[in-house]
């Protein structure tokens, strides 16, 4: 379900807005409407929409109109024209109270310096919205403390923020954010002020949280890999127009533009990469109860192959068979595929990264199963499929 949808939103800055826009239309750039009318174009005609639960990216350079974009939703900036809708309802069309109502209601919002209140202690500052919205003292204190810990700070409410590390205080305003239970978040470079590794500390704690939530996250971010890493889709921005909205996946591998291939260019492909894309997914498997030996060893002769998965009639893993331990069993005039088979095998999710792949598949010698949480074989991967599906994107 579509939640946000933006259409042809466009927002210039100035005192001729109007003459500006005439010529955006009329196709000049945005260069020349500064140059002619002192104009500034933030936002150029963007569409797109995000759907209810997914996090969408808007990514691009410093100055491509992402903080500008980002406020039109929620009308912090009002839009020099196009249509704003959120669950249906046209964002442009509501009167002051209502829009301060229906902010309130409906978004939440993290922003790169988190403001806290320095005087006031953790929890306070969590409870900061709420008790705006007049909710009692004891609702607030549990709220605020069910967001704390939600952020991996329970605990940490009696502290003043000054006595938190700056990863610690981003956290507070995310929960300050989560406290009031938005549908909607909008992250605008929310964690491009911390440390490298503390950033990488919440986008995984973002995407373990988001599992749970399922909120409809807007995350501004002008950093390529954070952007592959958090969002379901990517929109990029170049002066304040979209260059390509898509997957991480389709970004990388069908860059629409000349613009898009280059930014894309230094990404490391093993990261983006996953083994669902990697694997083959019609593999001959043997049926444990029905196939014997024999029917095992043709199935690995048909397909050069030296091992086999076994699966249960539900499709669920049981293990692996080697040629060699088949071919013994045969041998010695048995039946039972099982007394063959080996169980303690390593497997992965379809969502595991490429670059995790390379040391597990370096310490086995059968292929990899790609196994869902039912643990049901979905694929498998051999050493020659991981590489050339790199080689095949342009990683080494
Ligand atoms: N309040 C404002 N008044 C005038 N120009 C602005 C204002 N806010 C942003 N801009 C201009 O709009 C363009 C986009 O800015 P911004 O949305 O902040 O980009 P980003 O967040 O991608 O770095 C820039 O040229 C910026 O100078
Ligand atoms: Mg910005």
Redesign the pocket.
Known sequence: MEKIVLKNVVKIFGDSPKKALHMLQEGDSIAEISKKTGNVVGVADVSFSVNEGEIVVVMGL??SG???L?RCINRLFEPTSGGIYVDGQDVCALGTKELREFRRRKFGMVF?HFALFPHRKVVDNVEFGLEIQGVDKDQRREKAEKSLEMVGLKGWGEKYPGELSGGMQQRVGLARALALDPDILLM??AFSALDPLIRRDMQDELINLQHTMQKTIVF?S?DLDEALKLGDRLVILKDGAVEQIGTSEEILTKPATEYVRKFVEEVDITKVLTAETIMKKSEDVAYLGSDGPQTALRKMKKNAISSLFVVNRDHTLAGILFVDDVRRLADQGETDLEKAMRKDIKTVSADTPAHELFPIMQDISYPVAVVNEQNKLKGVIVKGLLFSAIAERGGE
Do not use: L, M, Y
């Open positions: 410093s100055g992402k903080s500008t980002v790169q605008d470079e501004i002008h």
